[in-house]
């Protein structure tokens, strides 16, 4: 499917969805209505199970349209403005079905700010990120001062929002930001294998961890181990569960049917 500057293919149950807005596609108001619109397409849609996001051209996406930005006026503008965004990458980062962002050249600012709502980052080698705000006088506004924190730890996020300098895909890795780098032409075939291995398992579990995981961090420790023996037990009762046990006993590949 092509609407716009998102385009998207289902293959195997998963989506392919790219942006393609030349230069470096650049975060407009409409993008990310765009966005959203198509991701909550992906959330109703029950043959998708795994999404992979990627970017056409040299970057990922190298931030939000800087003409969007210079045109807010005044505090309510912009507070309407940052509604959009946070609704927006709110609404990748609750889906229950794993989303993993496929990386290459630039990913800053505003498009560090998606990469971080996405569960999952495979990025190419000559990747940078960073979030540049702060030279033009502003800080990330997408979520980017709440989420960046939660991945790489409060000091390195503070270093990049007050510097707005750019760090290399290997710096990424060693502090987390990404799940694994590697080299630029395997970026989205990177992506998809990772997508296929979930794809693969019982999508009950698959579903039921990412509940537990994304709720049980809004949680206390405790809180989150009660969220964890709520959903372990409902899994207990389930035929993926006899399935999976009896196709390990019986040293076979086990044929899940999501029930």
């Given at each position: 499917?092509?609407?716009?500057?998102?385009?998207?293919?289902?293959?195997?149950?998963?989506?392919?969805?790219?942006?393609?807005?030349?230069p470096m596609n650049a975060l407009s108001r409409e993008v990310f209505l765009e966005i959203e619109d198509v991701f909550s397409q992906f959330e109703k849609d029950d043959s998708i199970k795994a999404v992979v996001f990627s970017g056409e051209g040299r970057a990922f996406i190298a931030g939000a349209d800087i003409r969007m930005l210079q045109a807010v006026k005044g505090k309510e503008d912009a507070k309407e403005l940052t509604v959009i965004f946070h609704r927006t990458l709110n609404r990748i980062e609750e889906m229950r079905k794993p989303v993993i962002a496929a990386?290459?050249?630039?990913?800053?600012?505003?498009?560090?700010?998606?990469?971080?709502?996405?569960?999952?980052?495979?990025?190419?080698?000559?990747?940078?990120?960073?979030?540049?705000?702060?030279?033009?006088g502003i800080f990330p506004g997408a979520g980017g001062?709440?989420?960046?924190?939660?991945?790489?730890?409060?000091?390195?996020?503070?270093?990049?929002?007050?510097?707005?300098?750019?760090?290399?895909?290997?710096?990424?890795?060693?502090?987390?930001?990404?799940?694994?780098?590697?080299?630029?032409?395997?970026?989205?075939?990177?992506?998809?294998?990772?997508?296929?291995?979930?794809?693969?398992?019982?999508?009950?579990?698959?579903?039921?961890?990412?509940?537990?995981?994304i709720e049980g961090l809004k949680r206390d420790l405790y809180s989150g181990l009660e969220l964890e023996a709520e959903y372990f037990s409902l899994l207990c009762e389930t035929e993926d569960r006899k399935e999976g046990m009896a196709a390990f006993l019986e040293k076979r590949e086990p044929k899940f049917k999501d029930r």
């Open positions: 499917m092509a609407d716009g500057k998102i385009s998207y293919r289902v293959e195997n149950r998963i989506a392919f969805a790219t942006i393609n807005n030349p990386i290459h050249g630039y990913c800053l600012g505003g498009g560090l700010e998606f990469a971080l709502a996405c569960h999952m980052r495979i990025a190419g080698e000559k990747a940078q990120f960073g979030v540049p705000e702060i030279k033009l001062t709440q989420r960046l924190p939660r991945v790489v730890g409060k000091a390195k996020a503070l270093e990049m929002i007050l510097t707005g300098e750019f760090i290399s895909a290997q710096e990424a890795l060693a502090i987390g930001l990404v799940n694994k780098v590697v080299p630029h032409e395997e970026v989205l075939s990177e992506a998809k294998a990772l997508a296929e291995k979930i794809v693969s398992k019982g999508q009950l579990a698959v579903k039921y961890a990412m509940e537990v995981v």
